[in-house]
């Protein structure tokens, strides 16, 4: 064992410089040496970028390279190298058979194989067969790999982050494992390691979770994954949707499995233009002609039920219905602070609205009945914590009214008063 691990240091006979970088919270001493693509490097079959290939069981170099071909990215990757060259060092770890597996880097290596190819004659002969590739220490486990990884495609400037997908599986197999391998490290240590927070990762936990559902659902199709992955901003949105996103993501409860098949056939449907269409699912699902229009199984139709439901919810009315509700959620998070300003301006606006009232509401008698229960209810604190001035315009008022009572009202009119 010794002598494989120090076979496994030596390194290719070619230029190299030596160089620290800190991965985590160490300081990682790697030699970075240039590398054939062809004969010495080998690529990964557990890129997170194949994750949606369909391939089963043992993959040759030749299926992962076709299968890099079909990746997001491709193509314009390859015309970058083409025009400028290799801008970025590939990861790579040294195997006992020799050759150095592709931690980082397999599109680039994928692209230079290509155009090697292409060019193997002329002036352009050699100039792709070799590869700039930072070899790891063999003490560089699975963790640190995966801390490389999103601090590349994760937590990156954007250019070379991974799709939403592929994104989420990297958190769900780092924090639950893939199958046979245990967890990485947990939510919080990933979190840590990718600059997001707790919550960021619990949602794409959970989306990945739904969607691995869509995917047994969708076994019939050519590629389920593929297809989870083409349809995942969608599925993502409808595992966090109000009230309904728990419902789907409570697998263990069967009474929620039919309800999920009916959503995830929209989704095979095409029903959900964008992931923004979605977000209504809840009013969706409360309105029973909405719902049924959503299992029609017309393509996009949640796009124009959504923007019927989004018009209808910014009328006055719709914001006014609300209104309870976004106080009572106020006062239960504890944020709420009103006073008798807020009062006033809510009177304020009761009072513009009670203007408009069809006649045969009566807003006025409406408002006397509340403040004969208002009065009915008014104990010996109240009366004591009314001020002189509070008392003089209520008499005023009294006054004024049995006024107009005595003058023009009838005798129901009073008792009713």
Do not use: C
């Amino acid at each position: 064992m010794k002598d494989d691990s120090k076979n496994l240091e030596t390194l290719p006979p070619s230029e190299e410089r030596v160089l620290f970088e800190r991965i985590g919270s160490t300081e990682w001493e790697m030699r970075e040496v240039g590398l054939d693509v062809h004969d010495e490097v080998a690529l990964w079959d557990e890129n997170p970028r194949l994750q949606t290939a369909k391939m089963d069981g043992f993959s040759t170099e030749i299926q992962l390279e076709e299968a890099l071909r079909g990746s997001r990215g491709y193509d314009g990757l390859k015309k970058s190298i083409q025009e400028i060259g290799q801008m970025q060092s590939i990861y790579v770890k040294k195997t006992p058979t020799g050759k150095y597996l592709t931690l980082e880097g397999n599109t680039r290596v994928a692209v230079l194989r290509e155009l090697d190819r292409k060019f193997h004659s002329g002036k352009f002969a050699g100039t792709f067969r070799r590869v700039t590739a930072k070899i790891v220490p063999q003490n560089f486990g699975d963790r640190e790999i995966a801390i490389l990884l999103a601090g590349i495609h994760v937590r990156g400037s954007g250019v070379r982050d991974w799709e939403r997908y592929v994104q989420a599986r990297f958190v769900f197999e780092t924090v639950v494992g893939r199958p046979g391998k245990p967890p990485i490290m947990n939510q919080t240590q990933l979190a840590e390691s990718m600059g997001k927070s707790e919550s960021w990762v619990t949602r794409l936990k959970h989306a990945y979770e739904f969607a691995l559902k869509f995917v047994e659902h969708s076994d019939s199709e050519e590629n389920p994954r593929k297809l989870a992955a083409d349809k995942f901003s969608v599925l993502e949105e409808i595992s966090k949707a109000r009230a309904i996103g728990p419902q789907l993501r409570d697998f263990d409860n069967a009474a929620h499995d039919g309800l999920r098949d009916e959503v995830f056939d929209m989704v095979l449907n095409n029903a959900f233009k964008e992931y923004r269409d979605a977000r209504f699912l809840k009013e969706f699902h409360d309105d029973p002609d909405l719902w049924h229009q959503l299992n029609s199984g017309e393509e996009h139709i949640a796009n124009k039920l959504a923007k019927q439901v989004e018009t209808k919810s910014s009328s006055p009315k719709a914001k006014i219905a609300g209104l309870p509700q976004l106080i009572k959620r106020s006062f239960d998070r504890g944020e709420a602070a009103f006073d008798d300003e807020d009062v006033s301006q809510l009177q304020q606006a009761i009072d513009l609205i009670e203007d408009q009232v069809h006649e045969g509401v009566q807003p006025y008698r409406l408002a006397i009945k509340k403040a004969a229960r208002t009065l009915n209810k008014a104990s010996r604190a109240d009366v004591l914590d009314l001020s002189d001035q509070d008392l003089k315009e209520f008499r005023e008022a009294h006054s004024y009214f049995i006024g107009l009572v005595e003058a023009h009202g009838s005798g129901n009119s009073g008792s009713d008063a």
